[in-house]
């Protein structure tokens, strides 16, 4: 009888289109001196990947995610790295209702779920993101479906990051998995991702450390979405001089989103004021989507003047 990841991976593969995947690989530049270089697609589409994942929810274990997240295939990392969002979120909510319930009442496997707020004694955090899947931290995840709290899954994730190697990849997992542990302030980990500290970076061969300076970015969303701005900052004062589009999309997405916020309007005229006139066209331009035209037309003409300057 075939395996639950078996039967997920025939479901994955029965669910390809092979014109899909020429687009897919054209679309997410797998090609030579592209920055996907060497992925492989199998040419589905993203809801089905999302439904097979709830799909496949209570069926799968943090082991077999990891082996989804180590596929040579963009569709099965993807359905992978979905799981692990999933999981991840099931235990903060779980942690959240048991904390209204009373602090620290125990979930089903003995123990509280491991919610991100604050760093746990007993997370090495840095073994996971530097020594991969070669970690104690990694060696030590539980096993069983739905055993997994939202550190263990943060773990994992620090561990596989190597299988986190497009934007699309990164945008649909760096939210969930690590924007609660930047909002908790686990020592570090910001500083770690943003300065792409990793022996075995996953990004193009002219940008080693493309993919975890991204993750870095789009980590700091769970605390804007509390009115903590000062992880977006450090990230977007970091990367106003990245020679990489994509680090000024994400970067100017980031800052238009956060502007959303209560306070957010007015940390993001502030940024504005302070860098326009440096920050990489794109990124301005994301930035200033929601600005009404004749703001946007003040601020891009100080980026313009800089440049007769």
Request: some cysteine.
């Amino acid at each position: 009888m075939p395996t639950p990841l078996a039967e997920l991976c025939a479901e994955i593969r029965a669910a390809g289109n092979p014109e899909f995947a020429a687009h897919h690989a054209r679309f997410f530049k797998a090609i030579p001196g592209g920055y996907g270089e060497g992925d492989l697609f199998i040419g589905c589409k993203v809801p089905p990947l999302r439904a097979l994942a709830r799909k496949y929810q209570d069926k799968l274990g943090l082991p077999q995610i990891a082996q989804l997240m180590a596929s040579p295939w963009h569709e099965e990392r993807l359905t992978g790295l979905a799981l692990l969002v999933n999981q991840a979120n099931l235990a903060n909510k779980a942690s959240r209702a048991n904390r209204s319930n009373g602090a620290g009442k125990p979930g089903k496997t003995g123990k509280t779920n491991g919610a991100a707020t604050k760093t746990p004694p007993d997370f090495p955090w840095q073994e996971a993101f530097e020594k991969g899947r070669e970690s104690a931290a990694f060696a030590a995840l539980p096993q069983a479906p739905g055993s997994a709290g939202y550190t263990d899954c943060a773990t994992l994730y620090l561990a596989c990051l190597d299988g986190v190697n497009n934007w699309d990849l990164v945008d649909l997992s760096a939210k969930d998995l690590l924007g609660p542990a930047i909002h908790a302030g686990w020592p570090g980990l910001l500083d770690a991702l943003m300065l792409a500290r990793r022996p075995r970076l996953n990004g193009p061969a002219r940008f080693p450390g493309l993919w975890v300076e991204r993750v870095s970015v789009l980590s700091t969303w769970g605390a804007f979405k509390h009115n903590n701005f000062a992880p977006l900052l450090q990230v977007a004062e970091h990367f106003l001089t990245h020679p990489h589009d994509l680090m000024h999309k994400a970067v100017g997405w980031l800052l238009r989103e956060a502007a959303k916020q209560p306070q957010g309007q007015a940390f993001l005229v502030d940024f504005l004021d302070r860098h326009a006139h440096i920050m990489p066209r794109t990124m301005l331009r994301y930035a200033l989507e929601h600005f009404p035209p004749e703001q946007r037309a003040v601020y891009m003409a100080k980026k313009s003047q800089l440049g007769k300057s």
